[in-house]
């Protein structure tokens, strides 16, 4: 029996309708940019695996490195405790982060980064005796499924049974020329209350809303306003972190730089879940005291694993290489040379790109799981490429490594999908 039919019998997959979709490609290995299913077909993984692989699949430099800490030290509890992976993966992600981040804290996924990232910013607030309850975050956002991420996220159709369970969340419009001057003074008048602890974002681009980009000068000016009301400006970089946007992270691009940062998704290249929470003194200082109780009650058990630690400091030695940072640019290059032939497209409304993110809606309603959006995963799977629209936008958002060949067989069948619909 293929695994495909033996998967229907126990599994339960992520965001899924059953009864509707039934069946899942079975994959069973995988190397640079490319994906085998059970048949031996292969895929372009155009979107790294949600933005994990940006290394390529089984890098060899990571592979051999995480083999051989496997050897040395698997796991170990990171309370009393510490190893040489976590102290080098700080050094190493503490170099490339924005100047005024300090401190990182460990948890498993990028949920839980910004559910670390809130509770700081509750407890900063109280343990500096203010009482501070309430949480802005952009209109469409998206942090995660866990109870703290889910209600500081925006996409909620399909979070109706959950609604009656959130923090106490006000959503602002994410800003742009027309409407700045008004999101501005909403932002005021929230934050005049004194009772805003954080301000949560995805910063310059809203991944799960479709690749929605916005200008950085809106959104510095923003956090500049936070700034003066003692609110934390907390960056979700779980998507954006890691080259990206051109820059080792979004934030780079902005003046103001943010308390609290969560990263997750490559900063693993794909070995294995992991995320950082990242502050800065001035946050971790308000956790120090003779009071246990003020100290971060926070811990999951596999809290900087050693093994997916070797791996994070693999990738990011690997994102500093000349090599890598020199893909990034042909990428960007050649995303720019796609866009300017694509987006006159008749059935193009508009293109967006930020590094190595590329995006563009097709000028036809579709619903974010419907049909055509299906029809549309079908066909470029059919083509070999991996691609997977969100409701009418088509996104790139490749491995670094992904070589001229592939990035042109991409957008030769993005060409083929649009005269298709
Ligand atoms: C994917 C994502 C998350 C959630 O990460 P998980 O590892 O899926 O829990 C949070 N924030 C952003 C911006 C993301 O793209």
């Keep these: 029996m293929s695994l495909k039919t033996r998967d229907k019998k126990h599994l339960w997959h992520p965001l899924t309708q059953h009864q509707l979709h039934p069946e899942h490609i079975a994959i069973t290995r995988a190397k640079e940019a490319l994906l085998y299913d059970e048949q031996g077909n292969e895929y372009i993984d155009g979107i790294a695996s949600w933005y994990t692989c940006m290394y390529g699949h089984c890098n060899s430099y990571i592979t051999d490195k995480v083999h051989k ?37 460990f948890s498993d996924n990028g949920s839980t980064a910004v559910d670390v990232a809130i509770k700081m910013a509750l407890q900063y607030h109280f343990n500096n005796n203010k009482k501070r309850s309430k949480i802005v975050a952009l209109e469409n956002g998206f942090h995660g499924d866990t109870f703290g991420a889910m209600s500081v996220s925006g996409l909620s159709v399909y979070n109706g049974p959950f609604k009656d369970f959130s923090l106490d969340v006000v959503r602002i419009p994410v800003p742009n020329k027309q409407n700045f001057e008004k999101v501005k003074q909403q932002y005021i008048a929230l934050l005049k209350h004194n009772d805003v602890a954080a301000f949560v974002y995805e910063p310059l681009v809203q991944g799960a809303a479709a690749m929605q980009m ?27 972190g890691f080259g990206k946007t051109g820059k080792y992270f979004a934030s780079q691009y902005l003046d103001t730089l943010p308390d609290i940062m969560c990263l997750s998704k490559s900063l693993t290249a794909g070995i294995g879940p992991m995320a950082i929470t990242t502050t800065t003194q001035k946050v971790y200082d308000a956790f120090l005291s ?19 630690c070797t791996a994070a400091l693999a990738a990011i030695e690997l994102l500093k290489s000349n090599k890598i940072q020199d893909n990034i640019k042909t990428i960007i290059a050649s995303h720019k040379a796609f866009n300017t032939r ?28 419907g049909n055509l959006r299906n029809q549309l995963f079908s066909f470029f799977m059919q083509h070999g490429v991996c691609l997977r629209p969100l409701g009418n936008t088509i996104y790139i958002l490749a491995p670094f490594v992904i070589t001229k060949t592939q990035l042109q067989k991409i957008y030769k069948t993005i060409e083929a999908a649009l005269d298709m619909l």
């Design 342 to 369: 694509i987006k006159t497209h008749p059935k193009v409304s508009e293109t967006r790109q930020l590094g190595v993110i590329f995006a563009l809606d097709v000028n036809i309603v579709m619903e974010r799981y």
């Design 290 to 308: 003779n009071d246990i109780a003020k100290g971060f009650f926070h811990g999951h058990t596999y809290s900087a694993n050693p093994i997916v």
């Design 69 to 105: 800490q496997m050897q040395q030290l698997d796991h170990v509890v990171f309370t009393g405790f510490t190893h040489e992976p976590a102290v080098k993966l700080s050094e190493a992600l503490i170099d490339i982060l924005p100047s005024n981040q300090e401190k990182l804290f």
């Design 214 to 240: 916005h200008e950085a000068t809106l959104l510095q000016e923003l956090l500049s306003i936070s700034k003066q009301y003692d609110t934390l400006n907390i960056a979700d970089e779980v998507m954006t």
